[in-house]
Each structure stands twice: as structure tokens, then as C-alpha cells.
């Protein structure tokens, strides 16, 4: 075997003696942080496309699957605060590392699952790990770009990781469809594993001859996170956009992450790949909406309406898709493009979480915001489920329940109502006009 290690090793030194050009490094560093938020993505919405092979596999109902799902998110949540400290005091490196191998481990335990423990558990490493992906993208944003390339590049990093959840759904489907659930998780877990050693090897935190600098003045600073922690909480206009936040991506979340699929399935009679393309248009929405309605919000400098207006407009074309027997699945295909597109005005309240809070506190505003998101958006998808079963009549196909489409648009009542609420809670926030940056951050 020390053969295998030896020729792994020249290998990974002969790469990094073609990137001693700085010029070339800093984009291939860039390229390996933007390449796990994109694999993030991805096994963030991949339980959608495998709901019904869980409930006939481990004999368990809709409000199963939606707890251990879930698992994903409440461990994202969980994490963000600590990963905002953890990354200003290690950097990017050995951060990202550590989170690629938890993705690509929690992968393979979720694979091989033999019970129900071991799937919540594989959901919930790859939940640990991802939660390392976003900040490290920033981060490597910030310090190896001037600073007038971050917004483009952070924009950038944020619609291939999007491309990512696209990805996680119709290909993901053609994928399973023709190797089957296990084999294509437990791929893309030895994928994480290897996308993890690649980091390691290649990503360096900063520019050669910069990070003992900045490692020295790191150590001299006093961070008070706790401070930060307690202005950002006492601002009770940190609450309303968190909650504006969360209440906007909760469809994104539990719809399109993971009961998009199965509701599609049965209320519009299509298969399971074409019912995941149907959800890859709703990210493809998110990719296009972002940059337009973030050019929208910085010209008429009103983050407020933007709220609004896309709360409105989502609560009507979600309750089209689901309470309305649309003729056509390609009619399904652009109203969910659409309501991927206003979705996108989520990326405006960490923007916005920005603008309310003092300018030392910006970090801390925005794992803040980020951690209420995830930590009530992990809620949603086991609500949908115990909302499936609440009204089920008793149905079994070979012992599993079957959900009829009235159960399904009992359940996902939720997601119209969400977007309402994003809608009145924005008539409660107040905006500092006068800091609106051309800035719009994604987490």
C-alpha cells in the first residue's frame, strides 16, 4: 500500500508545483470552495428524490421521513454561530476539510443505513459539514480577491451552489433511476471524502507571506463575540428579518428540498424523474432571480417592497400549483421557475441584517439570521409530515401508507402561508436606507 500513498503524494505535489503562480492558485482555491458549496447543495435537497424508497425500505410513514431529513438543518443550524468564530480563529483550510469528510462520511452512513438511527445520524454529518461550506466560500473570497470582486464573486459562488441543488434533483433522479438509492448516495459520499483531500492539499488560508501577518494581529484581537451576540439579539429588527427570512426559504426548504417530489407525483400522475425536473426548475428560478432582484432592490434602494411584492406573488403561484389541477407539467415547470425567482428576494435579508446592525457586528448578523432561518426551517419538513399523516385514511400499498393528493394539499397548506407572513412581517421592519449596499449576501 505505500506505493498507492507515494504515488498519491507525487501526484498532489506536482499540482501544487504548477500552482505556485499565484494568479492561477487563487482561482483554483476559489474554484475547490465554490465546487463543496455546490456538493453542499446537493445532498441538502438529495432525501427528496428517495422518499417513497425510505418508506418502503424502513417501513416508516411520511412524518418519519420528514424528522430524519430534517436532522440535516437541525444541525446546520446549530453549527452556524461556532463555525463564524471557528473560521476568523483556523481559517478556511482545515475548516473545510473537516466539513467535506463530514459530508462525504455522513453520506455513506446514510447509504448503508440499516435503521432509522443510522440514516438520522449520516443526515446529521452531512448537516455538521455543510454548515462549514458558505463561510469558507466567503472567506476565501475576501482574502484572496480585492475587496471590490467580493459581491461579484460571493454572487457567483452562490449560483453554482445553486446549480448544485438543480443538480441534487432531476439528474440526481436519472442517476437512481438507473443505480439505485444506495449506490448513488454512498458515490457521492466517497466524492465528498476526495473533494475534502483536495482541499486539504491545495487551499492555503491566505497568500503566501500574508498569513503569519495576519495570524499575529488575529491573536491581539479581542473578538467580543459575546458583545456582538447581544446587540445583534437586543435589535428586535434582527428578529423580524430573521423571521422574514425564514419564512421565505421555508419553501425552498421543505417543498422543493424535499416534498416537492412526492406531491408532484401523485396529484399530477408523472414519474419521479420528471417530477425532480419540475423541482430543478424552481432552483434554476433562484440562479436567474438572484442578481435581477438584488439590481431591482439597490435601484429603488427598498428592500421592503421587494419583501412584499414576492410574498404576494409566491403565496398565489404556489397555491396554483398545489390546489389547482394544472393541465400541463410544463405549465408546473415555469410556475415553479417563478417562485424559484421571488424566493431569491431571501438573499436580501442578510443585506438587510447587515444594514440594521452596527458594522462590527456584520458577521455575527448574519449567523445570526442564518442560524434562525435553519433552526425553524427545520420544523417545516417534519410538520408537512406529521400534517400528511394527521388526515390519512389508513392506506397501505405492501404495508406503506399511501397519501392521496387531499392529504398532500392539507399538508403543504404551509408553504402559502409562509410566503403571507413573510409579506405582513415586512410591514414591520424598518430599513436604514441611508446603508444600503450593493452588496446582496447569500448564506
Known sequence: MSWIKATINYGFFMIKRHLKDISILKWVIFSLGILFYFYEFFIRVSPSIIVNDLMTKFHINAATVGFISAFYFYLYAVMQVPVGVMMDRFGARSLLTIGAISCGLGAILFGVATSTL????????????????????????????HSSKLAFLVGLGNSIGMLGAAAGEGPLSSFNQLFGWRTTINTFGIMGILLGLFILFIVRNEPEGVEKKLRKKQKLKDLHIGDHLKTVFKNPHSWIISFICFSIYATTTAFAGLWGVPFLEKAYGVSNTVASYALSTFFLGWIVGGPIIGLISDKIKNRKIVFIFSGLINAGLISSVIYYQLPSIYLVYVILFFVGFFSSSQNLTYCVAIEINPVECKGTAIATTNFINFAFGSLIQPLVGFLLSLHWKGALSNGIAVYSTHNYRFALMVFPISFLVSALLSLFLKERKDQVKKNVIKA
Open 118 to 145: 443510522m440514516l438520522s445520524l449520516g443526515r446529521a454529518l452531512q448537516g455538521i459539514g455543510s454548515a462549514f461550506a458558505f463561510l469558507g466560500m466567503v472567506y476565501i473570497c475576501s482574502h484572496w480577491f
